[in-house]
């Protein structure tokens, strides 16, 4: 939210676009992505956002069935 704030008059679309992403809003997602991650006992795979994503919708499919 702080990486954000930094940003007032961007839209989301401006703020999450890959291309233009401002780099501490980056960073701040990269420390969260790695929290969640580790918290689920994983090593974190530095760069790989999609492994994280899909290793967690493995675990919400096991606990939603």
Avoid: F
């Avoid at 961007?10 to 929290?35: C, G, I, K, V, W």
């Amino acid at each position: 939210m702080d990486a954000r704030a930094l940003y007032p008059d961007a839209s989301l679309a401006d703020l999450y676009d890959e291309a233009t992403m401002p780099p501490e809003l980056r960073r701040a997602h990269q420390r969260n992505d790695r929290a969640v991650w580790e918290a689920y006992g994983q090593a974190w795979p530095i760069g790989s956002e999609s492994a994280c994503v899909a290793h967690l919708m493995k675990l919400y499919k096991t606990l939603a069935t």
